[in-house]
């Protein structure tokens, strides 16, 4: 059974920076894709940034050039840098992957950690 845990938000001014941190167990992490997704209050959860278990990494467009995902497979941590930050960042934030079994595609999400973006 894959986990997922966040840590890293917080309360931070405009033009500031955090680091998130994603631990997984479960096995599989080297050999899967990690992803970084965002929900804002009353907004559909979207899609921040990706890095392939081989190192290709996509963004979303309104983050490119302030937001840096990265992974350790040693530690089966992905992380997200994310520098200038905006208010409208705000958001919670929640790490996903996906693991194929039996034909089937299964989500696997964390708890999400809670980003705000204020003066």
């Known amino acids: 059974q894959v986990q997922l845990v966040e840590s890293g938000g917080g309360l931070v001014q405009p033009g500031g920076s955090l680091r998130l941190s994603c631990a997984a167990s479960?096995?599989?992490?080297?050999?899967?894709?990690m992803n970084w997704y965002r929900q804002a209050p009353g907004k559909q959860r979207e899609l921040v940034a990706t890095?392939?278990?081989?190192?290709?990494?996509n963004y979303a467009d309104s983050v490119k050039g302030r937001f840096t995902i990265s992974r350790d497979n040693a530690k089966n941590t992905v992380y997200l840098q994310m520098n200038s930050l905006k208010p409208e960042d705000t958001a919670v934030y929640y790490c996903?992957?996906?693991?194929?079994?039996?034909?089937?595609?299964?989500?696997?999400w964390g708890q999400g950690t809670q980003v705000t973006v204020s003066s």
């Open positions: 996903n992957t996906m693991r194929a079994a039996g034909g089937l595609i299964r989500n696997y």
């Open positions: 890095i392939a278990s081989g190192g290709t990494i």
């Open positions: 479960g096995g599989g992490f080297s050999v899967s894709a």
